[in-house]
């Protein structure tokens, strides 16, 4: 009978730690997904795919964890995330990434997109 009970017992240890990592992958994208809106927010006009992986990695000091997310690349990232950017194919070829604001974050696109073009660099 107590053999039982440690059976038991290990399955639910095991089950909560399952749930740990799931809570724990839930978080790293929620999270993810708050950093790539408050990089993408000030570009008026978007980043091309190149620049937002470097922008990233400048505003958070870390690359875009789309492997630990589940992904193959960013673009699959940035597909399963159309709440948070969509991605634009230019007729250069380039892709550009445009933020999606959410009702937190409305205000601040529409003041960004009120601001002037600096055109000096």
């Not at 978007?46 to 673009?75: I, N």
């Not at 990232?77 to 933020?99: K, N």
Request: glycine residues 6%; charged residues 25%; aromatic residues 6%.
């Amino acid at each position: 009978q107590a053999y039982n009970c440690l059976i038991h017992f290990y399955k639910r240890k095991g089950s909560d730690r399952s749930r740990v990592k799931m809570t724990s992958l839930a978080r790293l994208r929620e999270e993810t997904k708050k950093l790539l809106r408050s990089v993408l927010l000030p570009n008026k006009k978007g980043l091309l795919l190149t620049d937002l992986e470097w922008e990233y990695r400048g505003m958070t000091g870390s690359s875009l964890p789309y492997k630990a997310l589940g992904h193959y690349s960013v673009l699959a990232l940035l597909a399963d995330m159309a709440d948070v950017a969509i991605v634009e194919t230019l007729p250069s070829g380039h892709q550009l990434v445009r933020a999606t604001p959410d009702q937190t974050t409305q205000h601040i696109a529409d003041m960004v997109s009120c601001q002037k073009d600096n055109f000096e660099g």
